[in-house]
């Protein structure tokens, strides 16, 4: 009998996820139904964003929240073994929003499916980044809200992680001098070695994060792009130019509290430099996903874009390496694979 390994919600976080909010629960793979399809999982995407659907009563009009002793939902790229549902054909390969889970039994009702799009030659995990949300939300930020001009400062928070390390990079070839916002010193340096940015900033590593920004851009900060909110978007908002383009993607410093997170203080800011803050949700663009797939991959072809991912395998690493983005451990897109 084939077993199906799940990260279940074991508990749910209070602050950053520990690895003791996942457990891996065995269960025998039952045969499919009429209508029914049965995917494996070789991929496992980890996005920060699913940590806020763990909180009790979080539910959205996105995801329902997330069940205690229940599979934990997230991205999977899967491949078709068996299907009783004519939209799906065996072999066919499905992004999902589905479970942490090696094998995943639906229908299609309640999860989200879509055939990986034909003709483009690039390993399939990429699919999870740079041509996945990761990448369109990179793409779509900076050239529908952000709009550099080249010459101009952009600052991106997140700066080494998934989003991040796209943004920074599309960033430069758009002309702009790109600065960094990170969680260490060493990764700083990763940014400026192996991606390119012009400077970085350790948030950590600082007390005066408004200053220190200050100093990492001289000319002040016309672009921001922000994954982390919180007291990040607050030093950012301290160093805006006038006409600043402000990109909300995410706000990974908040998602750790289901109570309302501080605000930024300093919002008359934008009042006084003619600023525009703007939220981002990169599905309202699926229309326009090729044209994104089609420019990110010129560059990857070109070597101007690198794809960097934090890949691990097996499902037991699923639980750990989604709390390591939350440590800061990850360097590019966190994904874990679970099967050739
Ligand atoms: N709007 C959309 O359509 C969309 C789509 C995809 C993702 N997103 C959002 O984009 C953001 C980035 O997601 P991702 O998947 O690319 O994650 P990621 O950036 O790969 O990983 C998270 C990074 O955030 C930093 N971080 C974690 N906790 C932090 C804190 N409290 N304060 C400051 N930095 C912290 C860590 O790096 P350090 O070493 O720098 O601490 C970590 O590496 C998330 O907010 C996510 O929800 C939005």
Redesign the pocket.
């Known amino acids: 009998m084939t077993m199906n390994h799940r990260v279940i919600l074991a508990s749910r976080p209070d602050g ?1 996820p520990v690895e003791a909010n996942f457990a891996v629960d065995p269960v025998p793979l039952r045969a499919i139904g009429d209508g029914e399809v049965l995917i494996q999982n070789l991929y496992v995407s ?4 699913f940590r806020n659907w763990m909180n009790e009563g979080s539910g959205d009009h996105i995801l329902p929240a997330m069940e205690l002793g229940a599979p934990v939902m997230g991205l999977t790229l899967g491949r078709v073994l068996e299907s009783k549902n004519p939209a799906f054909a065996v072999a066919d390969l499905l992004m999902s929003r589905i479970a942490w889970e090696e094998y995943s039994i639906t229908d299609g009702s309640q999860h989200w499916l879509v055939n990986l799009p034909a003709g483009i030659d690039a390993p399939p995990s990429y699919h999870l980044g740079i041509l996945g ?2 990448g ?2 990179a793409y779509f930020g900076l050239t529908d809200i952000g709009k550099l001009k080249p010459g101009e400062t952009l600052l991106v ?8 390390s796209i943004a920074g990079q599309i960033g430069k070839l758009q002309g702009a001098r790109v600065v960094g ?4 010193d060493a ?1 700083c340096q990763r940014l400026i070695d192996e991606l390119g940015y012009d400077a970085a900033v350790n ?2 590593g600082s007390t005066e994060l408004g200053a220190a920004i200050s100093a990492a851009c001289p000319q002040g900060v016309d672009v921001y792009f922000d ?4 007291p ?1 978007l607050q030093a950012a908002i301290d160093n805006i130019n006038e006409r600043a383009r402000l990109i909300l ?5 908040d ?2 509290t289901n109570k309302a997170a501080p605000g930024p203080n300093n919002l008359f800011q934008l009042v006084t430099n003619q600023a525009t803050m703007s ?5 309202h663009q699926i229309d326009r996903y090729d044209e994104a797939r089609n420019q990110l991959m010129a560059w990857v072809a070109s070597g101007q874009v690198r794809n960097i991912e ?1 890949m691990s395998r097996g499902i037991e690493r699923v639980g750990p390496a989604f709390c390591e ?10 994904v874990v694979q679970l099967a050739d």
């Open positions: 950053p980890l996005d920060a964003g949300d990761t369109m939300s928070s997140g700066a080494g992680g998934a989003v991040g916002i990170a969680g260490s990764k948030y950590r994954n982390i909110g919180g990040l993607c995410g706000a990974i410093s998602y750790h939220g981002l949700m990169c599905h934090y983005m939350f440590q800061g451990k990850n360097f590019g897109k966190t």
